[in-house]
Structures are given as structure tokens and as C-alpha cells.
């Protein structure tokens, strides 16, 4: 006979483990019962002391990934990396209609059993079935680790408190008054890794020339990294485009950066005083491979009848500069830098995109229920500043 559920210990539970931070894992499977996979906090290590590892995941039985698991006998376990939430929401079901199959939303490879591994996790241990039970709603399948996928740099995505977040290092010091006596004032500011380079390191001389000592904590990312990193309180407020912000969030528009082409010094179209979408129709393009910008560059060219010949794709601001400094395509970008040389000494040149495209606005964000601090709106103050005199 099942025993009852108390409801109001259930609720307390819940509450409670709401507080326990863990790791974002999608556990994928693929085999006789086909491909199947998702989202799950509650993974762990059993003991690494077997003939083989062992960890343990929970899924809900009524999950088709639970069933998959079973008769497939395989699972991959993915841990995510803190720029990978929308991986985990489309496993979670939250992008229903966006894919006609979850696996779209990344690429993925296979290990040892065949079960789906994402490409570029944090981590990904490859897993045999050697045993499961039914606990209440959920399974709890044991896996005998069969391979290990491991990053060479990269965070853990984090969930607690109902809410994705970042692990942060926290610098240990000698002794509790050591502490005390080293306080300073702290920012945590957030930035777009497109943007940061070019305005945050006169923007952080100026607060400093006006503070002194500051513990400045810097968070770069693209943009659905910086909008995580504000909803989360990672950072107080933070640099980014002004798209498909949450509703939690107030702007403030700083700026508008119109979108160019970047081309070798050498190129043959370099001559020309500006380019449409369909000069470009035939080159190889360079794309700046970060949200939202390469939906942004993409649209543009789409919008213009001319599909892009993509030849190079890259998150770097800077190895999209280079690719293109050594004249294998061209670029869009809304970033200007000072200088026009790449990292390793080549000449590129920027010229307008005659097109009639949406600005990229700039704006300041931070949460809307809550008030800046003291820092915080000093640092805001400096930012309307610098770009009120650009």
C-alpha cells in the first residue's frame, strides 16, 4: 500500500532543495527505442571506486527519455556550460514550436555507447545502464561511465533559487579581519564581448580616477549570457543590445551602431566607397557566430534577397578580424575599432552598408525591482557621459 503524501512537508521540501545549487545536465540516449533526451539537476556521483565510475541521474517517468533509457540501455549525461541555457530549455520542453525536433538546437556527436553528446559541453560522461529503481515519480537510473568528454575551459551552468546562474570564484583570505580591513566597494558590471573592449576600459579608468580602489567584477559574454548574468544578479547592470530583452529589465538607450563590411586592404571590392548586400553576393562571408549578432548579419543580407555564402563562423570579435585580414571573406560588424589592423598585423578596411537596415541600439540594462547602488549609478552616470560625446 503507497503511503500518503503530507503536502506541507512536500512544499517545504521543495522550497528547500529550491536553495541547493547544482549543475544543468541533459541526459540524452539513442538506440533500439530511438533518440530521446532531457533536462535534469538531480545528477550525481555514486563512486569512482567500481571497476568503472558510477553516477546516478533522476528522471520523471513520465519523461519519453525514461522509458528511452531503459530499453535503450545507454545514457550521455551533458553537463552544460553557463552559455548554453537555451539547450537546456529546449530539453525542458520551454521552446516548444521553435524546433520539430530538440536535437535541432545543437550539434552533437557520439562516444563510446552512441548515446547524443553535445559538441561543446563543460563535461559529458558517456554512461551504461547497470541498474535503475522507481522512486515515487521518478526513476533513478545508475550508470557504469563507459568515457569522459572534458572541456578545455569553460563554467558550469548553475541552477538554484528557481534560476539559472554562474559559478564564481570566490578568493580566499588569510584571516576574517584581513577582510574587514581590505573592504572596498564592489561592481559587478556586464558586458557584450563585442562592445566591452572598446568602452569599458575607459569607462572603469574614469570610476576608478573618482573612487580609488574598487572590486570591479567584470562578466562578458553575447547576449544571452549578459541578460542571464543580470536576471540572476550576477552583475548589477550591464552593457548589451537592446533585443529581445526580458520584460524584468529596464533600458536605458546609450547609442546606436549601424552595421559595415570589413574587408581585407587588399580586396577587390575594398575600393568602392560603400557595398550593398548584393556586391556581396558571391564573396565567402565571415560570420561573427554570437547571439543576437548572427541572426542580425544574417538577416540583413536574407532581408536583401541575397543568401550568404558562409565560409568561416566564430564567437571571437577578434578571429573574425583576422579571418577577414587575410582575405578569406568578408564581414559584417557594428563595432568599429580605433585601429584598423588585426591581431597579427594585417590591414582591413570598413566601409558603409548601403542598406536599409535596423540600427543596433546599445543600452544600459539592470532589474527593474530594485534600486542601483551608490557605484552602480555613479558608473551609469559615466555612461551616458562618454557616449553623449561620441
Same mark, same amino acid.
Given at each position: 500500500?503507497?503511503?500518503?503524501?503530507?503536502?506541507?512537508?512536500?512544499?517545504?521540501?521543495?522550497?528547500?532543495?529550491?536553495?541547493?545549487?547544482?549543475?544543468?545536465?541533459?541526459?540524452?540516449?539513442?538506440?533500439?527505442?530511438?533518440?530521446?533526451?532531457?533536462?535534469?539537476?538531480?545528477?550525481?556521483?555514486?563512486?569512482?571506486?567500481?571497476?568503472?565510475?558510477?553516477?546516478?541521474?533522476?528522471?520523471?517517468?513520465?519523461?519519453?527519455?525514461?522509458?528511452?533509457?531503459?530499453?535503450?540501455?545507454?545514457?550521455?549525461?551533458?553537463?552544460?556550460?553557463?552559455?548554453?541555457?537555451?539547450?537546456?530549455?529546449?530539453?525542458?520542453?520551454?521552446?516548444?514550436?521553435?524546433?520539430?525536433?530538440?536535437?535541432?538546437?545543437?550539434?552533437?556527436?557520439?562516444?563510446?555507447?552512441?548515446?547524443?553528446?553535445?559538441?561543446?559541453?563543460?563535461?559529458?560522461?558517456?554512461?551504461?545502464?547497470?541498474?535503475?529503481?522507481?522512486?515515487?515519480?521518478?526513476?533513478?537510473?545508475?550508470?557504469?561511465?563507459?568515457?569522459?568528454?572534458?572541456?578545455?575551459?569553460?563554467?558550469?551552468?548553475?541552477?538554484?533559487?528557481?534560476?539559472?546562474?554562474?559559478?564564481?570564484?570566490?578568493?580566499?583570505?588569510?584571516?576574517?579581519?584581513?577582510?574587514?580591513?581590505?573592504?572596498?566597494?564592489?561592481?559587478?558590471?556586464?558586458?557584450?564581448?563585442?562592445?566591452?573592449?572598446? &568602452?569599458?576600459?575607459? %569607462?572603469?579608468? $574614469?570610476?576608478?580616477?573618482?573612487?580609488?580602489?574598487? *572590486? /570591479?567584477? @567584470?562578466? +562578458? !559574454?553575447?547576449?544571452?549570457? &549578459?541578460?542571464?548574468? %543580470?536576471?540572476? $544578479?550576477?552583475?548589477?547592470?550591464?552593457?548589451?543590445? *537592446? /533585443?529581445? @530583452?526580458? +520584460? !524584468?529589465?529596464?533600458?536605458?538607450?546609450?547609442?546606436? %551602431?549601424?552595421?559595415?563590411?570589413?574587408?581585407?586592404?587588399?580586396?577587390?571590392?575594398?575600393?568602392?566607397? +560603400?557595398?550593398?548586400?548584393?556586391?556581396?553576393?558571391?564573396?565567402?562571408?565571415?560570420?561573427?557566430?554570437?547571439?543576437?549578432?548572427?541572426?542580425?548579419?544574417?538577416?540583413?543580407?536574407?532581408?536583401?534577397?541575397?543568401?550568404?555564402?558562409?565560409?568561416?563562423?566564430?564567437?571571437?570579435?577578434?578571429?573574425?578580424?583576422?579571418?577577414?585580414?587575410?582575405?578569406?571573406?568578408?564581414?559584417?560588424?557594428?563595432?568599429?575599432?580605433?585601429?584598423?589592423?588585426?591581431?597579427?598585423?594585417?590591414?582591413?578596411?570598413?566601409?558603409?552598408?548601403?542598406?536599409?537596415?535596423?540600427?543596433?541600439?546599445?543600452?544600459?540594462?539592470?532589474?527593474?525591482?530594485?534600486?542601483?547602488?551608490?557605484?552602480?549609478?555613479?558608473?551609469?552616470?559615466?555612461?551616458?557621459?562618454?557616449?553623449?560625446?561620441?
Amino acid at each position: 500500500m503507497t503511503a500518503s503524501v503530507d503536502p506541507m512537508l512536500r512544499q517545504q521540501f521543495l522550497g528547500g532543495m529550491s536553495n541547493a545549487a547544482c549543475t544543468v545536465n541533459v541526459v540524452t540516449t539513442d538506440g533500439v527505442a530511438g533518440r530521446a533526451g532531457v533536462t535534469v539537476s538531480a545528477m550525481s556521483s555514486v563512486s569512482a571506486d567500481t571497476a568503472k565510475p558510477t553516477l546516478l541521474v533522476c528522471v520523471h517517468q513520465r519523461s519519453q527519455a525514461a522509458e528511452a533509457i531503459r530499453k535503450n540501455g545507454v545514457f550521455c549525461v551533458n553537463v552544460l556550460r553557463d552559455d548554453q541555457s537555451y539547450i537546456s530549455d529546449t530539453f525542458a520542453g520551454r521552446f516548444k514550436g521553435e524546433f520539430d525536433d530538440k536535437f535541432d538546437c545543437a550539434e552533437w556527436s557520439v562516444q563510446t555507447t552512441g548515446a547524443p553528446r553535445v559538441v561543446d559541453p563543460l563535461v559529458a560522461f558517456d554512461c551504461r545502464l547497470v541498474h535503475h529503481d522507481r522512486v515515487g515519480t521518478h526513476y533513478v537510473f545508475y550508470g557504469q561511465v563507459e568515457d569522459i568528454f572534458v572541456a578545455e575551459s569553460g563554467s558550469p551552468l548553475i541552477y538554484a533559487n528557481r534560476a539559472y546562474g554562474v559559478a564564481s570564484r570566490i578568493e580566499a583570505v588569510p584571516t576574517a579581519k584581513a577582510r574587514q580591513e581590505s573592504a572596498v566597494g564592489t561592481l559587478s558590471i556586464g558586458c557584450l564581448h563585442a562592445v566591452g573592449p572598446y &568602452i569599458l576600459p575607459q %569607462l572603469i579608468s $574614469r570610476l576608478q580616477g573618482d573612487h580609488g580602489a574598487l *572590486d /570591479l567584477r @567584470l562578466v +562578458e !559574454g553575447d547576449q544571452r549570457r &549578459i541578460q542571464e548574468s %543580470l536576471l540572476t $544578479r550576477e552583475c548589477e547592470l550591464a552593457l548589451v543590445y *537592446d /533585443l529581445d @530583452l526580458a +520584460e !524584468g529589465l529596464r533600458r536605458e538607450r546609450l547609442t546606436e %551602431l549601424t552595421p559595415y563590411v570589413l574587408l581585407a586592404e587588399g580586396h577587390a571590392l575594398a575600393h568602392r566607397s +560603400e557595398l550593398t548586400p548584393h556586391d556581396l553576393a558571391d564573396e565567402p562571408m565571415v560570420l561573427l557566430n554570437a547571439a543576437p549578432s548572427r541572426e542580425y548579419y544574417l538577416s540583413i543580407m536574407r532581408n536583401a534577397g541575397v543568401e550568404p555564402k558562409v565560409a568561416f563562423r566564430s564567437a571571437s570579435f577578434e578571429m573574425v578580424r583576422g579571418l577577414v585580414g587575410h582575405g578569406l571573406g568578408y564581414a559584417l560588424l557594428a563595432t568599429k575599432p580605433a585601429a584598423a589592423m588585426t591581431y597579427d598585423g594585417r590591414a582591413v578596411v570598413a566601409r558603409p552598408l548601403a542598406v536599409d537596415a535596423t540600427s543596433s541600439p546599445v543600452v544600459l540594462a539592470y532589474r527593474a525591482d530594485g534600486e542601483l547602488s551608490a557605484l552602480a549609478q555613479h558608473f551609469a552616470r559615466l555612461c551616458r557621459d562618454v557616449f553623449a560625446t561620441d
